[in-house]
């Protein structure tokens, strides 16, 4: 891939004449070219990634063993697999490969790649391993777990009979994409199953190839001639890095970017009365929410977790910094999910935080810090709510960073408080409660290291009923067993959960069949036109 550095130069080179203005532009009929802010990319492995825009852009570039219908996600179906079939124990699920298709290099996908990219993805146990984990594989076990049992049928084994669905959904995470066995092996070194040369190549199957990344800069993918469906219509899309709304709005405008993916509150409403220009939006399952790492003595103590829950004025964020792209939600199950909990039982009492915090022995407050990735949308989020717990003698102090240095301080239990956004990984409750209730080692070295680990909240009872919960065969029951984490979550966990997001992309008017789906995996531009 060393001769794509010349298309990307030359590509990303005829749209950044910024400096000129007043000149209409026009990008090329055959590209897509979206405005966002990428610099939350860590890998293009899909065994590692685990960050929003590295998930939409694998979700258009490789393929899992079933999907489902962004619109409706209980109707599920196979991509690489052609059917699958459920043991009666329940201990097992058998897929059936589907014949004849290859991936981009042209390579026959087949049984055998479907079992190293899990059993890969399981022995390189990156951060998004204990999506696969959490069915009883480990780096010792995979190879009896996920198993070819016929040329063209693979055996999922597992350690109880789970819900079928929530390992299908499991499946369609990027952990559990695909890759090409052969060309990622021709890259292995030192046993690392290729894993240095796919965190910036690609081995997929998807509508579109990934042409190149350039961190805090762009994104270039192609239209893969080797793609089984039908051809996208698009011969390329670009991301290109643009952290800053009013930028992004100024592109749009000029013609510059096709779609603008994360404008401010005041540059939607200023766009929407352009004829050129059209919004479209969909709500999410993401969730913003801060956390209170335990590992800070004050921040442990259980009055100031709840006194921090009365210090955001959820309603006036929600109104004005992030208008019209949030709605406010405390609880860790996003709207439309099975159990989600709709109560909101905290708002800004400056009052009743005082209150809590002289129970503390905290009369006067104290001083911690906040890790902010420098997004505008973060960063007010971060200087409202420093406003707010000011009015009780909370003192924050605001660290900015981008979105890699923030998350690997993060995932390394370096901060105090930290404002996060998650995405679930699959569309059944068990994604969120995994990780904002339940953390079975609390342990530095931890093998599983969900929201509750990076906090350090040691929940030994509460990941026990997550454990109940995801063997649970009755939906209604299910269904309070979850809203019961919940409010066991809402009162005393060091998570202040904010709100649910609506996705709000600015597109130019000729731009069609970009679909916004409830993850960011399910974003898809494989059938846009323009």
């Not at 996920?146 to 079928?164: L, N, R, S």
């Not at 039982?345 to 990735?373: I, N």
Request: with cysteine; aromatic share 8%; glycine share 6%.
């Amino acid at each position: 891939m060393q001769h794509s550095r010349t298309l990307l130069a030359a590509t990303v080179a005829a749209f950044a004449l910024l400096g000129a203005p007043a000149i209409h532009a026009e990008t090329p009929p055959d590209t897509l070219i979206q405005a966002w802010a990428i610099d939350d990319i860590i890998s293009l492995d899909p065994a590692e990634i685990f960050e929003f825009t590295a998930s939409e852009i694998a979700a258009n570039s490789y393929e899992g063993l079933v999907s489902y219908d962004p619109a409706d996600v209980t109707k599920i179906f196979g991509k690489i697999a052609e059917s699958w079939e459920v043991a009666e124990d329940g201990m097992s699920i058998t897929f059936k490969i589907k014949p004849g298709r290859t991936f981009a290099s042209g390579n026959p996908i087949t049984a055998d790649d479907v079992v190293f990219s899990l059993t890969r993805a399981v022995k390189l146990d990156k951060s998004p391993a204990f999506i696969l984990g959490q069915f009883g594989l480990t780096p010792d076990n995979v190879d009896e777990m996920v198993v070819k049992t016929g040329e063209d049928t693979v055996q999922f084994k597992m350690d109880k009979p789970y819900a079928p669905s929530l390992v299908l959904y499991c499946l369609t995470a990027t952990v559990g994409y695909i890759v090409d066995q052969k060309l990622v092996m021709e890259h292995e070194a030192n046993g690392d199953f290729g894993y240095d040369w796919l965190k910036t190549n690609y081995a997929g199957s998807g509508p579109f190839t990934i042409r190149e990344w350039r961190a805090n800069e762009a994104v270039v993918m192609e239209r893969n001639a080797n793609y089984s469906g039908d051809a996208p219509p698009m011969a390329r899309v670009i991301y290109r890095h643009i952290p800053e709304g009013a930028t992004q709005r100024l592109l749009l405008e000029q013609g510059d970017v096709d779609i603008a993916r994360s404008l401010g509150a005041e540059e939607i409403d200023a766009v929407s009365a352009n004829p050129d220009i059209k919004i479209q939006q969909g709500v999410k399952g993401t969730i913003y929410y801060m956390g209170l790492n335990q590992k800070n003595e004050t921040l442990a103590k259980p009055e100031v977790r709840q006194a921090m829950k009365y210090l955001v004025d959820y309603q006036a964020i929600a109104d004005t910094i992030m208008k019209g792209k949030v709605t406010v939600h405390q609880a860790f199950l996003p709207e439309g999910f099975l159990g989600a909990l709709d109560d909101n039982p905290f708002s800004l009492d400056v009052a009743k935080a005082k209150e809590l915090l002289a129970q503390a022995g905290l009369p006067d407050g104290f001083s911690v810090t906040m890790d902010t990735r420098n997004t505008p949308e973060i960063t007010g989020m971060a200087q409202a709510s420093q406003q707010t717990a000011a009015e009780a003698g909370v003192k924050i102090e605001l660290i900015p960073g981008d979105g890699q240095q923030t998350l690997t301080k993060y995932r390394a239990r370096n901060h105090d408080i930290y404002i996060g956004v998650w995405g679930p990984d699959y569309q059944d409750p068990h994604t969120n409660a995994d990780t904002f209730a339940r953390n079975p080692d609390n342990s530095d070295d931890a093998a599983a290291k969900p929201l509750a680990w990076r906090n350090a909240w040691d929940i030994p009872e509460l990941s026990k009923q997550v454990d109940a919960a995801v063997l649970e065969p009755d939906p209604a029951k299910r269904a309070e067993m979850y809203v019961a984490l919940q409010k066991e979550v809402q009162e005393t966990s060091p998570f202040v959960i904010m709100f649910q997001q609506i996705e709000v992309s600015a597109l130019r008017s000729n731009v069609e069949g970009f679909v916004v789906g409830p993850s960011f995996n399910d974003n898809n531009y494989a059938h846009v036109t323009k």
